[in-house]
């Protein structure tokens, strides 16, 4: 009898969208101290799916980042993920 190996089928086929716990609470971090607001426009600048909302962009973008690190601890990855957010996210410059 063959056996399934379920844990790699899902991860075949798992949606873009999808965010473990530990990526949604690391977003959810991010979110509030970064103060990211709700809207659009943040997924182009972490090549996710345009389609996203600035939350969810975020969470997948998370979750991507998590799935490139599969040994990763979370109290590391908050200010791992946050100095990359920062190289990734625009700088508004200041002068004349």
């Known amino acids: ?9 899902h991860a075949t086929f ?4 999808y965010v473990s716990n530990d990526a949604n609470h690391i977003a959810n971090y991010l ?3 970064l103060c990211i607001q709700s809207g659009t426009g943040l997924a182009r600048f972490l090549n ?15 979750q ?3 799935d490139a690190n599969p040994d ?6 908050y200010s791992q993920l ?6 990734l996210l625009p700088h508004a410059g200041y002068g004349y």
């Open 1 to 9: 009898m063959k056996m399934i190996d379920y844990d790699k089928l």
């Open 14 to 17: 798992k949606p873009s969208s």
């Open 31 to 33: 979110i509030c101290e």
């Open 48 to 62: 996710v799916d345009s389609s996203f909302d600035n939350h969810m962009a975020m969470r997948v973008w998370v």
């Open 64 to 66: 991507k980042r998590l």
């Open 72 to 77: 990763y601890v979370v109290d590391d990855m």
């Open 82 to 87: 946050q100095s990359e957010l920062y190289e």
